[in-house]
């Protein structure tokens, strides 16, 4: 079989008979893959538009878990501060308590000592009612 001369000199015909610098099957295969190429491209951007709704979604999960952290710190804050408070206020109570026994504790020996003084003032009325 004798060569076609054009296709020695790197010249081919393609289906629609138009004159082509390379061959039908290298054409054919750069056309595949230019395709591919396009089909490829348009997946990445599919996944970029995925993988950018996925971020989006992961970024809001991520500021409604830090307010939700921050509310939690902030009533554990509420909570050590109320337990300091009660704290506090039992501490006053203690105080006021231990202030009101002794006041108590005054007023006992205050009590005794008035009765003392009444029961002698009573047996001075009585011993001088008896010596008239």
Known sequence: MAKDPLAEAGFYF???NKLR????????????????CKEFVNK?????????????????????????????IGARNLLKSVAK???AQQQQLQALIAE????????????EALSKVESEQNEFIDQFILQK
């Open 100 to 111: 009101k026994k002794m006041q108590l504790e005054r007023y006992r020996i205050e009590y």
């Open 44 to 72: 990445i951007g599919q996944f970029q538009k995925i993988v950018g709704g996925l971020i989006e979604m992961v970024d809001e999960l991520a500021k409604e878990a830090e307010t939700e952290k921050m509310r939690a």
């Open 85 to 87: 408070q009660r704290e």
């Open 14 to 16: 393609d289906e629609l």
């Open 21 to 36: 610098v390379l061959e039908p099957d290298v054409s054919q295969k750069t056309s595949e893959l230019k395709e591919e």
